[in-house]
């Protein structure tokens, strides 16, 4: 491949993984392909969702042997409190995206209403992003690109977030809006201010489990994502769960990428997830898919009397 048709795939592929040069409003946020199982990230009523203390930690590589391709990490956990109707967590994350990196810690406060066989949990979160970019590290085009030339150094960016979870055993839907807090993201040029800025994002999930026999049962589950000025996202899972052990299933982004899903449950305490996705557009043909792993711990999971499976 030629020096240029380099250059012009990583700066596709940079542009299309953020969206977000001085000059374009699209999508920011790191994006999940085992959302269902990584819902902290963005939603902060999740918080108690078990009953007890968890821990996840997701690692995502985006479109491997691309270079300056997103890679992702992300630390979540959260418990309820002797209060049952009251619970907390916190997100820690770091995303890398060519020369552009984010870092952030959020905390999470959630109060939960307790009904006969479900709960409806309203969650609150506050923290800070930290954002970096060694634009001028890049090889570019056109040197005179005024959107690449001044880096990014340490650009500190508090915000806070909401969300709604309603759930049972079998089924959950939510809505959340993690980062409600336009800040710049870019300094000005020669005194001239930029448009670039944290969007507001909306996520809406839903899923349900439906028992097909004893030993099979099946989860369909989908996320649709909306931010003003980029198009919309919809993700779709099926997912079947063998034995209380093994999780299969087949994932599909509208218009951006489709991919396999794994995870098994080693006991009642400890989870291991794994997601394959491939891209749907030609970026396909420069990379060797995206991999995507979790693991999940529960902990005091025994000292609690928890008669069924944790599905979500």
Known sequence: MSKKNKHI?????????????????????????????????FNPAYAGRAGYMNASILYRAQWVGFEGAPQTQTLTANTALKNRSLAVGGNLYNDVIGPEQRFGFYGTFAYRIIFPKSKLSFGASAGFDIFQATFTSLDLIENNDEAFINDVKGKFMPNAGFGIYYYSEKFYVGLSSPKLVQNSIYEAVDGTPTNGKQLISYYFTAGYVFPINRDIKFKPALLFKFTKNA?????????????????AGVMYRHNAAWGILLQYNINDQIRFGYSLDFST????????????????????????????????
Not at 14 to 24: A, E, H, Q
Not at 231 to 247: G, H, R, S, T, Y
């Open 231 to 247: 198009p919309a996202q919809l993700d779709v899972n099926l997912n079947f769960l063998f034995i209380e052990k093994v999780w």
């Open 9 to 41: 795939l990583y700066l596709l592929g940079f542009i299309l993984s953020i969206g977000v040069s001085p000059s374009s409003n699209a999508q920011q946020d790191a994006q999940f392909s085992q959302y269902m199982f990584n819902t902290m990230a």
């Open 281 to 312: 557009y030609e970026l396909q043909s420069y990379n060797n898919g995206t991999h995507e792993f979790m693991f999940s711990y529960d902990f005091g999971y025994n000292r609690t009397k928890i008669r069924s499976p944790r599905y979500f």
